[in-house]
């Protein structure tokens, strides 16, 4: 149970406590700030009511983040499982995956058993799942002896899983560090703020398209400009959150930082380069001015695990926390 509940530390690392009233302060004065870049920029009716949408959308969106964060390392890995199988759950409605009942349990239940791992602290059983998981799909695909649209099925399957559990898995995996608030809250922080970034300064100074095929709202200028912001708030902020590890240097924060908001635009583009090809918008309506859970997180599929290996590189994550609290009371 203290695994999964730990409010008694909650807000005891003063980088959780500033981030919190650094985001409540933010959110009173976003408006404002909406209101000076309509000036700014001379937006459109239409566009300051999508970006008014999206801020009310915000109001839900942070809670529904940090609630989970604040309740303990359990509550964190569950959150993070929701948001996996919300994903997923969009991902297979629009691309025709949930047709395939047998290959989408199949995918559900690796993402539930990654959640296992991450509950457990098991971290072998954690990097042997990806493996199993892929062979497992590609058995149940054979089962109902249709070789014709194979490939596709099993792609699709292992594609999803890939990305919604195994991707999504890493940062549920971080709730084994005993400073997991502080590391989600600046890795999540910092990927959404790199999208706001780059669509700030794309509306202010944006000229050359990035990729108009996939995503023609998107511009060079907007891309480097997120480039910049996100990598000086990730230094500022990480500089109190790897005090005293060898992460805290200068070149360490920067790398992380550049690696974290490059690997957040193609993780966006990603799911956009998904949606092209299917000829949809959205891949949900969950979200208002955002479209689906999807829509929102998309930044954050690469992201998780690029900042999981490069912090478990050099630091650790969870190394002085027990391992397997629970399968461990079994002989393992």
């Known amino acids: 149970m203290d695994k999964f509940f730990s409010l008694s530390d909650a807000l005891s690392d003063p980088v959780t406590m500033n981030v919190l009233l650094g985001l409540g302060v933010a959110l009173l004065l976003t408006p404002l700030g909406v209101a000076a870049l309509g000036r700014i920029a001379n937006l459109s009716e239409a566009i ?47 691309t025709g995956a949930f047709r395939h009942r047998s290959i989408s349990a199949t995918v559900v239940l690796g993402i539930l058993a990654v959640t296992f791992a991450s509950y457990d602290h098991w971290y072998h059983l954690f990097v042997a799942l990806p493996s199993l998981t892929i062979v497992l799909i590609a058995v149940i695909a054979l089962v ?47 990927v959404e703020a790199n999208d706001i970034f780059a669509y700030t300064t794309g509306r202010l100074f944006g000229r050359t398209p990035l990729a108009p095929v996939t995503s023609p709202n998107k511009t060079f200028e907007g891309c480097i400009g997120a480039m910049v912001l996100t990598t000086a708030l990730y230094a500022f902020i990480g500089r109190f ?58 930044s954050l599929v690469l992201v998780a695990p690029a900042m999981f290996h490069y912090i478990g590189y050099f630091r650790g994550i969870g190394i002085d926390q027990p391992t397997r609290i629970m399968s461990g009371n079994f002989g393992g």
């Not at 805290?248 to 956009?272: E, K, Y």
Request: net charge positive; proline share 5%; hydrophobic share 50%.
């Open 48 to 94: 300051r009511g999508d970006i008014r949408s999206r801020y009310r959308s915000w109001l839900v969106i942070v809670p529904a983040i940090l609630i989970p964060l604040l309740l303990g390392p359990g509550c964190t890995i569950l959150a993070v499982c929701l948001l996996s199988l919300l994903c997923y759950r969009e991902f297979a409605r629009a």
């Open 144 to 190: 109902p002896d249709e070789p014709r649209g194979y490939i596709q099925r099993v792609a699709l399957g292992v594609l999803a899983f890939l990305l919604f559990g195994v991707c999504f898995g890493h940062l549920g995996y971080f709730a084994n560090d005993s400073r997991f608030r502080p590391l989600i809250i600046l890795i999540v922080l910092c």
């Open 241 to 298: 959150v790897f005090t005293g590890t060898v992460l805290d240097s200068p070149l360490h924060l920067v790398v992380m930082g550049l690696l974290l908001s490059t690997v957040g635009q193609f993780g966006d583009l990603m799911i956009s380069s998904v949606k092209r090809d299917l000829g949809i918008k959205d891949m949900g309506v969950l979200i208002p001015g955002h479209g689906g859970v999807l829509d929102r997180f998309d």
